[in-house]
């Protein structure tokens, strides 16, 4: 009996982890591309910092862009910006004419990073 009840508690703990959300619907409303990242590097540069991150999952992508592998992604240098470990990105364009470039939505990470995991 207490096997069965072990393998049930293990296999719904399971499945709670598969349907975690990441995704924050306020937050992919005002976000053109939402990303589940890891951070490669920390940010570099001055005004803006350039992240490099490793692509995990694209959950949203209204842009005409691919997205694979890595990309740099730009936040203030004086507020947070992409966090250490794993996270959920939600990006606008950094110029609006610029494709293929982007950052955070709002520049800093109060609003443009949710559900972090760190390493």
């Given amino acids: 009996m207490k096997i069965i009840a072990t393998c049930l508690l293990v296999a719904v703990a399971l499945l709670a982890l598969a349907a975690e959300k990441f995704v924050d619907d306020k937050l992919a409303a005002k976000a053109l591309v939402v990303l589940r990242v890891k951070r490669l590097t920390p940010g570099e540069g001055s005004k803006y910092l350039w992240y490099r991150v490793k ?3 694209v959950l949203k992508n209204q842009s ?12 203030y240098s ?6 250490e ?7 606008e364009r950094y110029k609006k004419t610029d494709k293929g470039l982007w950052k955070l939505v709002g520049g ?3 609003t443009g990073v949710r559900h972090v995991r760190k390493p």
């Fill in 85 to 91: 470990g794993e996270s959920t990105l939600y990006l």
């Fill in 78 to 83: 004086w507020k947070d910006g992409v966090p």
């Fill in 108 to 110: 800093e990470a109060s």
């Fill in 55 to 57: 692509l995990l999952q």
């Fill in 64 to 75: 005409s862009e691919t997205f694979t592998n890595t990309l740099s992604v730009a936040a």
